[in-house]
């Protein structure tokens, strides 16, 4: 059993900014991508940004990778009403003892942008 556990949405007011934090659980031999997501109200799902390792930044959303804690983190600088959306965290996990990888869901946690 694999679990993505997400943590840090809240209500934040435009301009300010917030960090989303993914930690993944279970019998994990490895993680090799980990992405994050977003769903507005009434729009589809979209590829916020994702990562092997390290750090990436793209425009106002920065990604990094704790390979070693199993984490992922996404911040989120210089907020706008319209970041206000559900954000998904995705992993792809090796079992232990298994070639094949599980695609994982986290169940999403809330961010909300308004003054």
């Known amino acids: 059993q694999v679990q993505l556990v997400e943590s840090g949405g809240g209500l934040v007011q435009p301009g300010g900014s917030l960090r989303l934090s993914c930690a993944a659980s279970?019998?994990?031999?490895?993680?090799?991508?980990m992405r994050w997501y977003r769903q507005a109200p009434g729009k589809e799902r979209d590829l916020v940004v994702g990562?092997?390792?390290?750090?990436v930044q793209k425009g106002r959303f920065t990604i990094s990778r704790d390979v070693a804690k199993n984490t992922v983190y996404l911040q989120i600088d210089s907020l706008k009403p319209e970041d206000t959306a559900v954000y998904f965290c995705?992993?792809?996990?090796?079992?232990?003892?298994?070639?094949?990888?599980?695609?994982?869901w986290g169940q999403g946690t809330l961010v909300t942008v308004s003054s």
């Open positions: 279970g019998s994990i031999s490895k993680i090799n991508v």
């Open positions: 990562i092997t390792s390290g750090k």
């Open positions: 995705y992993a792809d996990v090796y079992l232990t003892g298994d070639l094949r990888y599980l695609e994982v």
